[in-house]
């Protein structure tokens, strides 16, 4: 079969804090996971992400703290890599838009679209802030909300009734920086007119058609998504202005113009590209292949609120510059709620993930597993660390690695760790080899869909049949009378361990390690896993426990340190 080519990004990650379980559970696990199951089955991935460093919430950030805007991106980029490679999200690279590549990538966009007449210059009034000397971002306006009275409503959002807010409409705006009242100051921006785009983007969003040819199956997209695209278009797109007036972040790259930076449409998504540069150049490949090659699929896996941003104002910006790719498609989760409420990161309202790596030391396939148990995939859901506890332990610990605990201490106890062999096939026997085969398609089918809580339960089904089949032979109970009985159901039953190592993979990396590792297996590939992995007289080695039963004590901990 034909290797297929995939450029897989992850939404870049604002380095102005740490990552929390809303983030992972929304755009980096499902993304490892689609990752690590093509690379499985040999296709070519470049898999990117990184930290987004620029925007108004660091410099404001860095007013407040009174240290400099790289201490902090510095810091949490820090971070943040190493958290994502200690959680096994094997990002190809995870880069920097502070870095001059992606400067120096993000001013050739803008320029090209600027030779290419897709900007209008335009002048209006913006709120400017006296005392600081500068024009106020829409987050650093706040006044009473127009729609529902709320004191402290956003320049661009009301937290409390979610409504969209444009600076103007608020009630007595006032600056966040200074607390004065700002005054209104003329000033000129690049703005894209969207609304020149919105016959192709029909085309191509409700029809999967771009320049008259099929280019993707809208039916594979998740709904929502074509909902909310559909309800931009249909709303009837807009200009939007691509610069800012801000002194952090890639400089307009005009001659005349001072004080002026791309705005994040312009920066942030063009971040992949600057990464898969960087990523090419040290690794001996060639960029363009992962993005305009016709046979290259780009995937972008987001969060809800970034929909828009890759389906409607990203492809303009890569059709604007020619033979780039477009999206084959953009698996957008839901949100994921914690104890019932919305994650909040202001109120402290989340789980961090490199505080739960600190409290969990070597349980990092517990929470990937129950990550994308609970995954936001069509609706908004809910993680407690209570529903944590019991998949870990009535799923995990009782299936899974009960599965395989039984497995290989009884061929330990009984042969030493050899493999026995298969000898005479019942019919049992030979209809649960038939299923065994069946899994790797079935499991990559929902893999291949963005249907990963399918997939997980699939691979769980495995794991069931493997004890079902233990509990209905009951090989303990004819070892001494039937020899050659016990030595078939083992041989059989190590086959389902051996899948159960190569399927687990994009899920649970580090237990797959641990069992192939128990079972003396090197690297296998996706298609290996309907195989006979262990030959008659093969060495195992002994058990060590694959997952670890959490205790009421450690959950209480963890909810009173969320509460506190
Ligand atoms: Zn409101």
């Known amino acids: 079969m034909k290797k297929k080519r995939f450029t897989v990004t992850s939404a870049l990650l604002y380095a102005n804090g740490p990552i929390h379980l809303g983030h992972v559970s929304g755009a980096y696990l499902p993304a490892d996971i689609f990752v690590r199951y093509q690379k499985s089955k040999g296709n070519d991935v470049a898999f990117i992400s990184g930290s987004d460093e620029h925007g108004a919430a660091i410099t404001l950030q860095s007013k407040r703290e009174g240290i400099s805007p790289k201490e902090i991106i510095d810091k949490y980029d820090d971070l943040n890599r190493k958290t994502f490679s200690e959680f096994g999200i094997d990002f190809s690279i995870y880069h920097r838009t502070s870095s001059d590549l992606h400067h120096k990538t993000s001013q050739d966009f803008f320029l090209e679209m ?84 919105e016959k192709w983007l029909k085309e191509w969003v409700e029809n999967g058609e771009l320049d008259s040819t099929h280019h993707h199956n809208p039916k594979e997209w998740r709904s929502q998504v074509l909902g909310q695209c559909k309800s931009w278009l249909d709303g009837g797109l807009q200009e939007r202005a691509m610069t800012r007036d801000l002194d952090w972040g890639v400089k307009v790259p005009l001659s005349k113009e001072n004080g002026k930076v791309l705005y994040v449409w312009m920066d942030a998504p063009i971040g992949y590209i600057s990464a898969t540069k960087q990523w090419a150049e040290d690794n001996n490949k060639n960029w363009e292949d992962y993005w305009k090659d016709e046979n290259s699929e780009l995937i972008h896996f987001i969060g809800k609120d970034n929909i828009v941003f890759h389906c409607i104002i990203f492809p303009i910006i890569l ?17 994921l709620n914690l104890e019932g409420e919305k994650l909040s990161t202001s109120k402290n309202w989340a789980i961090w993930l490199h505080e739960y790596l600190e409290d969990f030391k070597g349980q990092e396939d517990s929470l990937r597993y129950v990550l994308c148990a609970t995954a936001p995939e069509s609706k908004d859901t809910n993680f407690t660390w209570k529903d944590f506890q019991a998949k870990n332990n009535n799923e995990l610990v009782a299936i899974f690695g009960n599965f395989i605990n039984r497995v290989l201490v009884l061929t330990n106890k009984y042969w030493d760790g050899i493999v026995p062999p298969q000898n005479y096939l019942e019919d049992y026997d030979k209809e649960v080899l038939d299923k065994i085969k069946e899994f790797p398609e079935n499991i990559g089918n929902s893999i291949e869909k963005f249907r990963f809580r399918e997939a997980l339960q699939e691979l769980i089904s495995l794991a069931r049949l493997g004890n079902k089949y233990l509990a209905d032979t009951e090989p303990w109970k004819i070892k001494k009378t039937n020899e050659k009985r016990t030595e078939t159901i083992m041989h059989i039953s190590l086959q389902i361990a051996a899948s159960l190592s190569i399927l687990s993979h994009p899920f649970l ?53 969320l509460k506190s």
Not at 127 to 153: H, M, T, V, W
Not at 321 to 335: D, G, I, Q, S, T
Request: aromatic share 10%; glycine share 4%; with cysteine.
């Open 319 to 335: 059709k604007a510059n020619k033979r780039y790719n477009l999206p084959k498609n953009v698996p957008a989760n839901e949100f």
């Open 114 to 197: 600027h030779k290419n007449n897709q900007f209008i210059k335009k002048t209006t009034e913006q709120f400017y802030d006296e005392e600081n000397n500068q024009f106020l971002a829409d987050r650093y306006i706040s006044g009473k909300c127009p729609k529902c009275n709320e004191e402290e409503a956003y320049g661009d959002q009301c937290e409390k009734c979610g409504s969209t807010l444009s600076p103007n409409e608020l009630i007595n705006p006032i600056s966040t920086l200074s607390g004065e009242t700002p005054i209104k100051k003329k000033t000129s921006h690049w703005y894209l007119p969207m609304q020149n785009h």
């Open 509 to 561: 990396p580090f237990s797959s390690k641990k069992l192939k590792d128990m079972l003396n297996l090197n690297e296998l590939n996706w298609d290996d896993a309907k195989n006979y992995n262990l030959p008659a007289g093969w060495q195992v080695n002994k058990a060590t426990l694959l997952f670890i039963k959490i205790e009421d004590e450690k959950i209480n901990t963890q909810i009173a340190k």
